[in-house]
């Protein structure tokens, strides 16, 4: 039986997203996104479930660089999880009992608004995680009042929902992907994304739009890109793209081997099926028709017959 | 007396930064940067102590977002601050005894190899802020036996070093940067930075290559970039900028006023003294007295004189 | 009374040309194009009408080549004249007496399929001009038994048409401009054309990129590019440009003070309307309001008031 | 035997570089540049010999035309020729008795300084070639006193040469270029040349802009660009290319696979040695290597096996 890893404890988003890309999935919670991702390259778990992109926050950090930097794993889904958040208390508590509220960074983010025009005095303390805020905020003895945390969170540790839908927008929105250790790949399915990890071979002026370029000559269109620091001083930046298309496409495979040559180097992270299921708009000439058309050209020119 | 408003309690780097930046400013400790940031709006602090960037981390996201959010605020300095993390406990207990550590998640992923080596069992909880779990450690009832933060903070606290320079890297370096509110900008000095937030008029494929585009035609070197979320739904971004030069250069002036042609807002955060004080190396035509000729050179065909 | 120099004798497409752009003026026939602008420069005429550009045989080498190098002439004025040959003979003669042919090379070749069908065994000889061609023919001794030049030269010189409507084209157009001494420009007319040339600073790969990227970045679209060599030898070109809009338009004056910016000269050639009378589609964000808005928030944010 | 077409009489420059390019061919003189490619074309000689640029002139318009409309045929080889000219005229003449100058309207341009210093009032009639000029005035009825043509002329129709090296420029230099019918291309010497003609698919503003960006995302080099016209009205062109590398080269022919897909038409005109030796200057991640190394990479990442 298929076996995944996720960001823990049970009650979490990342549960959630596992729930609705393997229904019939084991579920393996983890303390963190780096354990997830460990999980499934030691091979305790067949693959893991973690959120990469956040409507309100951006990109997940962990998750990004430890795509980036640690043993390659491939994306082979996605899925768009709207983000709702419940104010949880141990019950018997009310609203104005609460003096210390436990969650994860993120969620205290997008609840700010709601926090500072309720709770205006609470003291707010980050979490590793909102579901491991729940868990901590449940036990009897827990220095924390309230938890900011998903709806199912508050059933799972058995806490009651002082305030529900608390975000600052209704319309959040995590991107949570599946990853596997790297073997086949999903089959194209015309609505595909690819994602990539790019570092520059040295950071001259220009760097990034040359790297654009390598994109745009082909008609790819970029839907991410995010910078994140090497770790090599101020300054030292790498970059993950997110790209329409499958690594199976002409026009994409000639984009990112492009990237490829002028690159110190490039980790592909996968191609696989869009949630949202947009198929990307293809600008004349860059169809696998042309290309495949366009290389029989070139092989007859290359043997003298114009 | 000048004050300002900084990421406190007592003891955080950014204290350190701004004991650098304003040596004898009355300091005013603030609970985030949310909370040290409005002290400046608000007046109640003449300007504020920031981090915005970490050579391991990246681009703060808090200060990143609030700079491009609220009331607008400018960027007078910078400075560049190496960050060495210390092991800090109660007098009395020893590394054996150390089960719950709390820090920054910034400073506990800097420092995973260190915990993972030395602490293996130790359960890792995430604080506020570096200074504020060296405060919180202290108490006696603590339930947290360890923090890790700035061996000040510890002294501040009374707190002894069990372990020093615990970080996975011994050459991490962040930035943290000086606030005001509106006002005269700080002189050109010849070896400046600017600042800037870009928000997309439409996000059309290629949007940010001609942004790009805007600072590479008059020979404008970005040092760093930033894509951060708008909050409208996944794939909508804003981006932040530092780019070599003042506003003051003619180049940087062109540049930006293209880029603020051309997205729906551009907000400027501000131009200031490069704390490593490198100078750009201009591009043949984008000096000042290039862009002068070329003006006195445009008036004269304009009025039909050749 | 204005005089005006045009490519003589009497009977030229450039009278034609001249008739249109000034009815009223005394006209000054000249032996070719250099004498003709000549005659503007030293003052003998008030300015010149001569051919630019065709739309079978492209630019006009010598009047490019004399635009770019002499001392400075301005084009105020331009009009678009449809080209068409006849073949023009002494009375007397029939086609089938037609041996020797005689006409300007531009005029040969656009008249080819003609001469190849009708006058297979005929020789054909360049002459200066295609009037000049027809004066020629009409010399009782001369060696020639036709040439080919406009209806209205035979009329001049007392030829007969032997055949009309030659050209293997008959949508074949002909640009003149009329070209005056530097001094007050027309004024923008919202569908104008600005002329100029540029010169490498160094021919380096990518310099022609440079160039064209100034303009783009800036929104002004071309209409022509033509390389004329240096005369340094092979490989080294400069660049007659034609584009859309006034020089008096803000995008247009920041375009060419960035090309005069980065190249070793920009000559300007003039602002005038266009014959065709089309307006140039403006691209968001470079319309004069635009740049003015622009220059007003520079002003704003350089003294400190975002 | 080798027998080759040329722009003829005997004595023209062409001939000359016919001579170095093929010593032993038999060779075969034609009226004008056509007539020498047809020869070509119909298999009446197996090859041309025609001039193709000229450093003083610019492209051979007639040249670039018949390249690019006629039946395909493709470059070979080419050889640089200096253009020294000669005044030629009938045994007896002396500089004073010149009256009519007939030549080529290039040589023309060429010794204008000369003719203005020299020969004041001399008329100056078209030739269709130097030699065809030479030839003319030895005919004992010639109207024509003297000829610009190469001296070589001079000494194969018995004219003497009345000054020597009248060119207004003393290293004027063109190129010739032998062409054949598809079949064989020459192999890539490291030092090569490729040439090509480019249809824009339509003309849109920015159409120039992305061929060259074709180029210059893979690192190819341009020595040359024409514009020449399309003959569908004024303001519609089509380009030539001359490019460093040979199209066997793997950053050539990407490049010119991405012109085909872009454009209408892309003709592709031959690939050889180029006569001055140089090698290009291959930018990082553009050489063969790298290509072919990217290539495997992306097989290695489509299979999954990153």
């Given at each position: 039986?298929?076996?995944?890893?996720?960001?823990?404890?049970?009650?979490t988003?990342?549960?959630?997203?596992?729930?609705?890309?393997?229904?019939?999935?084991?579920?393996?919670?983890?303390?963190?996104?780096?354990?997830?991702?460990?999980a499934?390259?030691?091979?305790?778990?067949?693959?893991?479930?973690?959120?990469?992109?956040?409507?309100?926050?951006?990109?997940?950090?962990?998750?990004l660089?430890?795509?980036?930097?640690?043993?390659?794993?491939?994306?082979?889904?996605?899925?768009?999880?709207?983000?709702?958040?419940?104010?949880?208390?141990?019950?018997?508590?009310?609203?104005?009992?609460?003096k210390?509220?436990y969650?994860?960074?993120?969620?205290?983010?997008?609840?700010?608004?709601?926090?500072?025009?309720?709770l205006?005095?609470?003291?707010?303390?980050?979490?590793?995680?909102?579901?491991?805020?729940?868990q901590?905020?449940?036990?009897?003895?827990?220095?924390?009042?309230?938890?900011?945390?998903?709806?199912?969170?508050?059933?799972?540790?058995?806490?009651?929902?002082?305030?529900?839908?608390?975000?600052?927008?209704?319309?959040?929105?995590?991107?949570?992907?599946?990853?596997?250790?790297p073997?086949?790949l999903p089959?194209?399915?015309?609505?595909?994304?690819?994602?990539l990890?790019?570092?520059?071979?040295?950071?001259?002026?220009?760097?990034l739009?040359e790297?654009?370029?390598?994109?745009?000559?082909?008609?790819?269109?970029?839907?991410?890109?995010?910078?994140?620091?090497?770790g090599?001083?101020?300054?030292?930046?790498?970059?993950?793209?997110?790209?329409?298309?499958?690594?199976?496409d002409?026009?994409?495979?000639?984009?990112?081997?492009?990237?490829?040559?002028?690159?110190?180097?490039?980790?592909?992270l996968?191609?696989?099926?869009?949630?949202?299921?947009?198929?990307?708009?293809?600008?004349?000439?860059?169809?696998?028709?042309?290309?495949s058309?366009?290389?029989?050209?070139?092989?007859?020119i290359?043997?003298?017959?114009?």
């Open positions: 039986m298929l076996k995944l890893a996720y960001l823990g404890p049970e009650g988003f990342a549960e959630e997203a596992l729930r609705i890309l393997a229904p019939d999935a084991e579920r393996l919670p983890s303390a963190n996104v780096s354990a997830a991702l460990d499934a390259r030691r091979g305790e778990a067949d693959g893991a479930v973690v959120p990469l992109e956040n409507s309100l926050e951006g990109g997940i950090a962990s998750t660089d430890e795509l980036a930097w640690g043993d390659p794993l491939l994306i082979t889904a996605e899925v768009l999880l709207p983000v709702e958040f419940s104010l949880l208390a141990r019950p018997g508590k009310e609203i104005g009992d609460i210390r509220v969650s994860h960074p993120a969620a205290l983010t997008q609840c700010r608004g709601f926090v500072a025009r309720e205006p005095d609470a003291v707010v303390v980050a979490a590793p995680s909102t579901a491991g805020a729940a901590e905020v449940a036990l009897p003895g827990s220095p924390y009042d309230a938890a900011i945390a998903a709806r199912i969170a508050g059933e799972h540790y058995g806490l009651v929902e002082l305030a529900g839908r608390i975000g600052d927008r209704s319309d959040t929105v995590t991107r949570f992907v599946r990853v596997a250790r073997g086949t089959e194209p399915t015309g609505a595909d994304r690819t994602s990890v790019a570092f520059l071979s040295e950071d001259h002026p220009g760097a739009l790297m654009l370029t390598e994109f745009s000559v082909r008609g790819v269109n970029l839907t991410r890109i995010e910078s994140r620091p090497t090599d001083g101020l300054g030292n930046y790498f970059f993950h793209f997110d790209l329409e298309g499958h690594v199976a002409a026009r994409v495979g000639e984009a990112i081997s492009g990237l490829h040559r002028i690159c110190a180097d490039v980790r592909f996968g191609s696989y099926p869009r949630a949202d299921g947009l198929a990307p708009q293809i600008r004349r000439g860059t169809a696998d028709a042309d290309f058309e366009a290389e029989s050209w070139l092989s007859r290359r043997s003298g017959l114009v």
